[in-house]
């Protein structure tokens, strides 16, 4: 079965636009990580990122007590961060790239450049019991450099198939690449799962990507929220997803 990770992370984001610097605020990333829980969702996915211009320290250690799936903290691979989440102790770490002038994580990782430092991550983590999974771009030599990390799974990379979605022979030519990046990550022993820019128009074609355990998807479950209420969004996208064979 194709497991739903949802990203709250912009929950928090309408929550500092209004709130920022404040003590308490709404809406609430807590609340609404136990509603999409409610609604069936399997984990529940934050990004802390370097600075907090959406989900807080305070956020993630409160997810922490309250989510009872899987939580999924989304983190750069810093020293501080690092520290926190070894603190923190989620079911799993997704180490993804940190810019501070980007909008939202744009590309992944560069594994095969940083794998000495991704390795004692990975080593730090695994020690405390904490399951890792690396964001990367469907390619080989970036799946290749994963299998040898100590990571468990790898976090294919769709944004590039999400922004090509409208235009057919480019649309296909990413689904190829994810096919063929999922395919030689199973081969290699790695867990897969995706996410960047899904949504509920582009979700089902990438059923054709084979091994897929988990997608994680927050933004546009969130915005279709504001028109049909957080439980029927989470609903609609799980049934889009039943499809999936594997």
């Given amino acids: 079965m194709l497991k739903l ?19 308490r605020g709404e809406p609430c990333p807590v609340e609404a990580a ?3 829980e409610a609604a069936g969702a399997h984990g529940i996915t934050a990004h802390l990122r370097e600075d907090r211009r959406h989900i807080q320290d305070a956020d993630m250690k409160a997810l922490r007590k309250a989510v009872t799936t899987r939580l999924n903290f ?3 691979n810093t020293s501080a ?20 002038e980007e909008v939202t994580t744009e590309g992944g990782l560069n594994v095969a450049d940083q794998l000495r430092g991704l390795k004692r991550t990975c080593r730090r983590m695994n020690d405390s019991g904490i399951e890792v999974s690396l964001f990367i771009d469907p390619e080989m030599t970036q799946v290749e450099a994963s299998a040898k990390s100590g990571a468990k799974f790898i976090e294919l990379h769709t944004g590039a198939y999400a922004e090509q979605f ?10 190829s690449r994810l096919i063929a990046a999922s395919t030689h990550a199973h081969a290699m022993g790695l867990r897969v799962n995706a996410g960047h820019g ?3 128009e582009n979700l089902t074609d990438l059923h054709a990507v084979p091994h897929m355990e988990e997608l994680n998807i927050g933004h546009s479950i969130v915005s279709h929220a504001i028109s049909v209420g957080l439980t029927k969004a989470v609903k609609e996208i799980l049934r889009l997803m039943k499809g999936y064979h594997g």
Avoid at 5 to 23: C, F, K, P, Q, S
């Fill in 198 to 200: 899904l949504n509920y």
């Fill in 74 to 76: 989304e983190m750069a």
């Fill in 34 to 36: 136990l509603v999409c």
């Fill in 81 to 100: 961060i690092v520290r926190f989440a070894l603190r923190l102790k989620p079911d799993i770490v997704c180490i993804v790239p940190e810019k501070r």
């Fill in 5 to 23: 990770g949802v990203n709250i992370d912009h929950v928090a984001t309408l929550r500092e636009a209004r709130y920022r610097g404040m003590r």
């Fill in 166 to 175: 409208d235009n057919a022979r480019r649309r296909q030519r990413e689904l």
